[in-house]
Each structure stands twice: as C-alpha cells, then as structure tokens.
C-alpha cells in the first residue's frame, strides 16, 4: 500500500478567488480528479459496476482536507495519492 500515483496540475483561473488564490473547495475537487486518475490507471472507473447483486459504489463517508499553503493562480503543483488501508468494505485513500 506505500505505492504512490501521482499526477501535475496547475491551477486555473476560474479556481482562484480575485486575489489569485485558489478556493478551498477546490482542494476537494482536485483529490477527487487524482483518484479518479488512479482508478483509471489500473483500468477501472469510480462509475458504479454491474453486479449480479446489486451495484458497487464508492460513497464518501468521511473527508478532511489540511491547508498548508495557498495555492496561487498558475501555480503547478504535484498531487500525491495512495491507499492507506484497505477494509473488506473500504478503502482509506489520502492525497498529498
């Protein structure tokens, strides 16, 4: 589980405040786009599956986000994902 994805993304215009700064919320926004980037990359997708049973959902049930920094307009920053741990119905997933 200490293997890491990791994808570069620079922030948007549109995800800065009139000072240059990007929102808070969009710190979420872009933990969401790496894991899904993560997912792809071992060739699944977050969109729930067919099952004989039912379907296979990834709800959230828990999300918290730290702020170090500010993150400024065109700022090109490296997203850090791995899995913590792995439940039999969960996964723990944190993005640096």
Not at 14 to 43: I, K, P, Q
Not at 50 to 76: H, K, M, N, T
């Amino acid at each position: 589980m200490d293997e890491i994805f990791s994808m570069r993304r620079q922030v948007q215009f549109a995800e800065t405040d009139l000072a240059g700064v990007m929102h808070f919320s969009n710190y979420f926004r872009w933990m969401e786009e790496v894991e899904h980037a993560w997912w792809r990359s071992l060739g699944l997708s977050v969109q729930t599956v067919a099952d004989p049973v039912g379907s296979i959902g990834w709800p959230r049930v828990s999300v918290q986000c730290e702020y170090a920094a500010p993150l400024r307009f065109e700022d090109v920053v490296e997203l850090r994902h791995r899995v913590v741990s792995v439940g039999e119905k969960s996964l723990t997933h944190e993005v640096e």
